[in-house]
């Protein structure tokens, strides 16, 4: 072993229980070999001053003492080495700090010729993932692990953002606790929690990591109370294996229901990554049409959920998704999603700089109650190619597709599509400042059905056997961006005008399987084809105008969309009376956006009848308020009074979310989806135009370390053996904490 003195000193600090000491020293300087050539430990030091007892061999540094091995370093008051048994004494104000970044103060430690700490008292560690363990007395075993007395650890702050000492919310106490630094984990024996300073809960064993990785142990077990289940208690065990996988187990017990088990695999794979969710169970299922319970017998009952990516190289990917039910209400009845479809897909996509391939195909699981499943379409396969393709002639830019879609009912309706497209846009920008884009559209379509006639509405059916149609569009679009200031601000007002012309299409000669959520809005309303997805295209030509004004100004931005058409020509078979586009001149469409900085956000989205301003479509979603204290309405109302088409009834919604914060750490919140249609809105329902689905209550307590709360839920509705009625849930969640 080799001992150098370094030309520079340091300031030590002390550190005693949970709190830190302010540290105030110079820079440690880049770390030198823990070996030197021949191989020996090489230890490096510097201090105020330095004496050597030759009879003794005893070397003694005292006065802002560092000394380094590697990526290892202590400071100290005083340190003393004895060359002959090799142990290194340091004392005042001690830190060490070894090659994973963790501290440990103390007054007094025993350092072995391994440059290790060895017995020491009233010590302190800050581990460097933010945890703090402290302890009256530890000593280093044979084999390297360190044994402490009397601790208490913490992964809570210890001081305020501005430095003051503060009072952990938790911590751990534990008469003996091992600390493994090669493994990196640390194992409490005999452990109580305390929250809050109050000693609440015995924990027989814990582990945790100083690296801030995950554990194998148990996790925090969850409470609840509900009309469905009863009381209910569950927990989950966590095992790692590896750092790229783990697997989460649960179990859960009821009173009024058999038990259930859970499991989450996760896995990062070199190419991708992927989880699998389960739950299973055994009880009495509801009918899927009726919701009355089948019979007395159990079944087996259960949920799958599976998603992942693959990035196979620069280009090709594969996304996946996979979610099944055993029946319509065993997501709601355990509380785990109150969806009302499930949706399984696969899609094999490549992209490149120019072109596009998909490669798709999707199954849907419907949860609602007297609808049939074999009514839901499979599709299997959907491809999709696209290549963008610069004009050497005109310029401007083209984009060939080829699209194809095979869907298969087990009770309904069998379609097979594919057709080719061709598009070209030139966007130009004139001398006086307008933008300027044409576009011109080709393309031809192969339809086959068959059992047309088990589509209950007849418009979507089209013509049973082979069909064949072609498309042409044509368009030009001018805009003219007007800049200028404003109310302490910039302000941009864009006029808009287009053009579209189409020559008659075979529309209601195909089955409508994709553009049957038909409505005239401000997305909209500039497309060349208004109606969503590829079964229909509007005909005829029109001229669509309207207006965008913007303005922006410290902390603010409004912007406003304001819009309508006129068709001169075209068939109006496929349109319908009160989807805003059914006569000639169509309603008025527009949007407003307000923001200001994070505090206000507010889109307003409508629909006004061109006869009478009359309000048919009207969505509100606002958001006032901070990240901590905040309101959220969501507001929906459909009223375009069409009757003959199931997927366009009218609708009124109102959903409102909000919390409250106080006393720095606590909040109350709440939030409620209430169904506002009445019987003249919609013929099937009974309601008299307000009937609340579902609303939830609750208090919380977050702060660095600690969440814990109470919510109260209701449901209003009944759905088979979802039945409504209250729940009660206490959550609890500690940060870097595990019980094993």
């Known amino acids: 072993m080799t ?20 540290l105030e020293h110079a820079p440690v300087p880049p770390p030198a070999p823990e070996n030197d050539a021949q191989g020996n430990r090489q230890i490096t030091f510097g201090a105020d001053q330095v004496s050597y007892d030759s009879t003794n061999t005893v070397i003694t540094a005292t006065g802002n003492v560092l000394l380094q091995n590697g990526e290892r370093s202590v400071r100290a008051d005083k340190v003393v080495y004895n060359s002959k048994t090799g142990k290194i004494l340091a004392s005042g104000r001690v830190r060490f700090v070894d090659e994973s970044g963790n501290q440990l103060f103390t007054d007094s430690v025993e350092l072995t010729d391994k440059f290790e700490a060895g017995s020491m008292q009233d010590l302190l560690i800050a581990l460097r993932q933010g945890g703090r363990l402290a302890a009256k007395s530890g000593e280093r075993k044979d084999n390297g692990d360190v044994e402490l007395s009397y601790a208490a650890y913490t992964g809570c702050p210890v001081e305020t953002s501005d430095g003051c000492p503060k009072k952990p919310t938790w911590k751990i106490t534990a008469r003996r606790v091992v600390y493994d630094p090669t493994n990196d984990k640390v194992r409490f024996s005999g452990a109580h929690l305390e929250l809050f300073g109050a000693r609440i809960l015995p924990i027989p064993s814990l582990a945790i990591r100083t690296d801030g990785g995950p554990v194998n142990g148990f996790l925090v077990p969850d409470f609840r109370v509900s009309r469905n289940n009863g009381i209910e208690v569950s927990d989950s065990y966590y095992m790692r294996f590896g750092d790229n996988k783990d697997l989460t187990a649960s179990a859960y017990i009821f009173s009024q229901a058999p038990p259930m088990v859970s499991a989450e695999w996760r896995h990062l794979t070199g190419i991708g990554a992927y989880q699998v969710t389960g739950y299973l169970t055994e009880s009495k299922r509801a009918s899927n049409l009726t919701g009355n319970s089948t019979d007395t017998t159990r079944d087996p009952r259960g949920y799958l959920f599976a998603n992942g990516k693959f990035q196979f190289d620069p280009n090709w990917s594969l996304t996946t998704s996979i979610r099944l039910a055993s029946d319509r209400t065993f997501l709601r009845r355990y509380d785990i999603s109150y969806d009302d479809r499930l949706r399984s897909t696969a899609n094999l996509e490549r992209i490149d700089d120019s072109s596009y391939l998909s490669i798709a195909g999707w199954y849907t699981q419907t949860l609602r109650l007297n609808q049939v499943q074999g009514q839901q379409p499979i599709a299997l396969p959907a491809i999709d190619y696209r290549k963008r393709l610069a004009d050497p002639l005109a310029g401007g ?42 576009t011109g559209l080709v393309r031809g379509d192969v339809y086959h059905s068959d059992a047309n006639d088990l589509t209950t509405t007849p418009i979507y059916q089209g013509l049973p056997g082979w069909q064949a149609r072609g498309i042409a569009a044509a368009a030009v679009d001018v805009s003219w961006p007007l800049v200028g200031k404003a109310f302490g601000g910039e302000q941009v007002l864009t006029p808009r005008v287009q053009l579209v012309a189409t020559p008659p299409i075979r529309n209601l000669q195909v089955p409508n399987e994709d553009s049957r959520a ?11 084809n208004r109606y969503p997805g590829y079964d229909r295209f509007e005909d005829g030509v029109r001229l669509t105008y309207g207006v965008d004004w913007q303005l922006r100004r410290p902390g603010w931005k409004i912007q406003a969309t304001l819009g309508q058409s006129y068709r001169f020509t075209g068939s109006t078979d496929i349109l319908v009376d009160g989807t805003g586009f059914y006569n000639k001149l169509s309603d008025y469409v527009g949007r407003v956006e307000v923001r200001y900085k994070d505090f206000i956000k507010l889109t307003h989205r409508f629909r006004l009848d061109k006869d009478n301003f009359a309000v048919r479509d009207n969505e509100i979603d606002a958001t006032i308020g901070s990240s901590k204290t905040y309101l959220e309405v969501g507001y929906l109302r459909l009223n375009r ?15 409102a979310a909000t919390r409250v914060a106080f006393a720095k750490y606590w909040s109350v919140f709440g939030s409620g989806v209430f169904n506002l249609t009445n019987s003249q809105e919609d013929p099937t329902f009974t309601s008299n135009g307000f009937q609340p689905i579902r609303t939830r209550l609750g208090l919380a307590y977050r702060d660095d370390c600690l969440e814990l709360g109470l919510t109260w839920q209701r449901d209003y509705v009944t759905a088979g053996d979802a039945q409504r009625g209250n729940s009660f849930q206490v959550y609890f969640s500690l940060r870097n904490l595990g019980v094993r």
């Open 518 to 528: 038909i409505d005239l809005e401000d997305t909209n309303l500039f497309a060349i």
């Open 3 to 22: 001992l150098a003195v370094l030309p520079f000193a340091v300031n030590p600090l002390a550190a005693q229980d949970l709190q830190p000491a302010p």
């Open 641 to 655: 009074n069409i009757t003959q088409i199931e997927d366009l009834q009218d609708r009124e919604e109102l959903r």
């Open 397 to 438: 830019t083209i984009e060939l597709e080829v699209n194809s879609l095979d869907l298969i009912r087990t009770e309904g309706q069998d379609t097979q599509r594919a057709f080719a497209k061709a598009q070209w846009d030139l966007r130009r920008i004139t001398p006086w400042g307008q933008v300027v884009q044409l």
